[in-house]
């Protein structure tokens, strides 16, 4: 399905008429204004369209029962129980969103130093899992592969007198993607940036039976500030410890992004992801060009927090903003995206079907 995205917004307010056939005062053969005289003639020469197929729905889980709590630095996104999950997994079924992404918000008391609750069979991502599966086998469910949301610390990965270590972590982010796709995960997103991390999953998904689990690789993945709202979500910003600029990539490279996304494509990975998104559209084009592989962009929870703030504060005309914001990374050559927006400009698109 192919719903051109320019709709919703064109539609206020049409094209001005033209006030007096004057003869042309500048000798112009050609004109690029021709083609944008009105919205049938934009429509026909329209480049790029966002559609629902392009859409990865990031979504938060908490512990309890038929609880929706809101996230202050996120308006419009909410932390739901295992239930509601379900519930809004229903909602995307219906507005057609091929895929959700889930992170959960792990209780204080279960976290520690090594993000043991990663590898319990049974905590929130798995029970979250199990329970969109059983209602609704055939939408897409993307896991995260990192420690953050388990670790006292807040990092991605194992601490030892402050080091990130890189082989022990990925030792233990290979048990957590067994463990969740046991738990019926379809795609596998490491978001940890540790060295060789994609190889070691690949190989123990494979000799694990789990042939046909994808990878979407955080393959170029920024140390960046706009990340700071996701943090608030999964509660990792208050117990963070220094920053992960030891392992995520300084937001000054622009080659380096290719020798990760280089690496990760040569250790198995199906997709590849840049992230943040708008800010590192640069990078989104060169990997599209570069490797010709299904690549993603997330548009991250800074991104949308901008967005729905400055709507919210009536600073911007918000629908417009996120419809912009999102054909941009079709046109920068992304083939998907990951976003806060999904439910909404999924709706948006299904109204002016
Ligand atoms: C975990 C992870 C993060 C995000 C996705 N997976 C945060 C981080 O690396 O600190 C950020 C998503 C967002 O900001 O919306 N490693």
New binding site residues.
Partial sequence: MAIKFGRPIELRGDTPRVVEAAAPRLDLAIRPRRNRKAEWARRLVRENVVTTDDLIW?VFIIDGNNTRSPIASMPGVERLTVDQIVRDAERAVKLDIPCLAL?PYTEPGLRDEVGSEALNADNLVCRAVRAVKAEFPDIGILC?V?L??FTSH?H?GLIREGVILNDETVEVLVRQALVQAEAGCDII?P???MDGRVGAIRAALDSAGFLDVQIMA?AA?YA?A??????D??G?AKT?SGD?RTY?MDPANSHEALREVELDIAEGADMVMV??GLPYLDIVRRVKDTFAMPTFA???????AMIAGAAANGWIDGDRAMLESLIAFKRAGADGI?T?FAPKIADMLQAHR
């Fill in positions: 990031p992170f995260d990192a953050d949301p807040g991605d997103a978001s940890d940036m955080y993945k960046s706009f990340y700071g709202p996701f943090r979500a999964i990792s963070l992960k995520q992230k943040p997330y548009q991250v929870s800074g991104e949308y990951l806060y």
